[in-house]
Structures are given as structure tokens and as C-alpha cells.
């Protein structure tokens, strides 16, 4: 015969209840609190006589009641344990986030757990809700995220320019041939280059020579759509990959950057520097083997424009 529970335990498990670091709420059936410990007590700053016998969805209105009821009644049913994380859903009541290391988060993020509390008669007349305060998970999680987005960013931008790097665009580029190879849908390649751009750099400095490149990555990113990809080819050299676009619309961005850019001032050191473009325009109206063959096609008239005297858009026939 078991010996009967000496009282000191329950004080034991209430002060155990009180003063572990997880939100502790029992509920019964009708959603009312029976419980509410130091935890609850010091997020909601509602005190746990204030809180007893409350309708729980009136002190946590921002809780999705029918969610929430439909778990309970899972638990109940099953006579087993349920469960959220935080990836899933933020939070189950709103607390704010008070702890330093993670203050950037605007509140605290929670896992939870629901489970059921039979009686003597083994039923189920309670729930007991467990909170976990997991924002400092949280806040590694999306720190790592954000240093693995920039980590992209950089491997694929350039630094001066801020435009895609070689490696980058060719590989979009290598994407729209595919997709122009299975559906048919124009693609068109622009690449340009500064003229007399080593006259810049022995007249002005390379430093202004970076200066005049930088302000051409701007003009470009003005022109550009957000489905294209807009890259830089090396040196003072630069591609646009425009998607669903004919050679004869690329012409007319062509056009648009060339008068951009002969209308450009660049001022570095009190010196104003003037300069233009030599543009390439092909697109994939004509067969082809390979993305490469674009880029061949497009340089061809880029190199035909330099040849005729500069500042010119040719394109590829």
C-alpha cells in the first residue's frame, strides 16, 4: 500500500511551479484560469489572484480562438501532448522582449506546449499550458540568416559598382536561354563599354576613373526593370540581360542609356568629365547553340560601334 502525500510535496511542486523559467497556465474547460505562475505573472504584469478564474481569451485577445480551441480539443480527445514552434508561429500571447542580448526582437518568440491533466477519475478537466521563451534562439537564427543573405549578396555583386559580377549575370543569362529554348520568349543582350575610358584615367586619375564607373552602375540601375539582370563585364565594360524583350526594344534601351549618359556630368575634385558610351545589341531571333553565342554576337556589334566613331548603338544582323 502506497503511503499517502505528505502536503510539504505539493508546496514543493508550487514552488517548483514558481520559479522555473517557463510560462505555466492550467486551464479548465471552459478556458478559465486555475493557475498562473511568476512567469505569467511578471510578462502580463497581471498578478495570479487577478488572474484566476479569468476567461483566458480575455487577457490574451490577440490569441486565434479557434486555432487555439481546436488544439485543446485535440489534446483532450487523444490524451496526449501538442505542441507549436516558433518557426511556425511566432508566438502564442504577445509578451514583449526584455532580454538584453536579444533586445532587437519586438517580442518574445515562444514554443509551447499543451497537455493534458487527468483527474482521479481519469478524466480530463484541465490543460496545462507550458511557454518557453525562445528568443534568443530566434534572434542567432535570424542573425545567421541575414549574415548568410549578405554573404550572397556580396558573392554575386560587384564591389565597386554595386551591379551584379560577371559570374552572376552570365549564369542568369545562361537561365533566359534555357527558358528561350523551351517556350520561344525573346531575350536580348546589351553590352557597352566608356569610350576613351583610359584617357579618363591618365587625365582625371583612377580614382575619378571609379567615380565615372560608379555614376554609370547608377544610371543603369534607373533604367533597368526588375527583371532584368544588369551586371558588370569587367573593367569599364558592362551587360544587361533584358527578359522578354526583341532586339528591337533592347535597341531602344540602348538608346535611352547612350543619351543618359552623354548628358552625364561627372564632377570629381572641382573637374567636370564628360564622356559616352559604345552599345552591342543582340538577341536570340536567329539560331543558336549556345548562351555564349549571345554574348559573341553582342560584343561583335559593340566592337562595330567603337569601330564606326563611338557613341553609337549597332546591332547584331
Known sequence: MNDPIDLNEFHWLLAIVQSIDVGVVVLDRDYCVQVWNAFMENRSGVQPKDAHNQYFFNLFPEIDRQWFRRKVESVVTLGTPAFTVWEQRPYLVRFKNYQPITGQEAFMYQNTTLFPLRSTDSKINHICLVIYDVTDVAANRHQLQAANAQLQQLSSTDRLTGLYNRGHWEENLKVA?????????????????????????????????????????????????????????????????LSDTDKSGARDFAERLRKAIEELEVLHNGQSIRFTISLGVADLSQPSTNYTDLITWADHALYASKKVGRNRVTVYE
Do not use: C, P, W
Request: cysteine-free.
Open 177 to 241: 536561354y534555357a527558358r528561350h529554348q523551351r517556350y520561344g520568349n525573346a531575350t536580348s543582350l546589351v553590352m557597352f563599354d566608356i569610350d576613351h575610358f583610359k584617357r579618363v584615367n591618365d587625365t582625371y586619375g583612377h580614382q575619378a576613373g571609379d567615380k565615372v564607373i560608379e555614376q554609370v552602375a547608377r544610371l543603369v540601375r534607373e533604367h533597368v526593370r526588375d527583371t532584368d539582370v544588369a551586371g558588370r563585364y569587367g573593367g569599364e565594360e558592362f551587360a544587361v540581360v
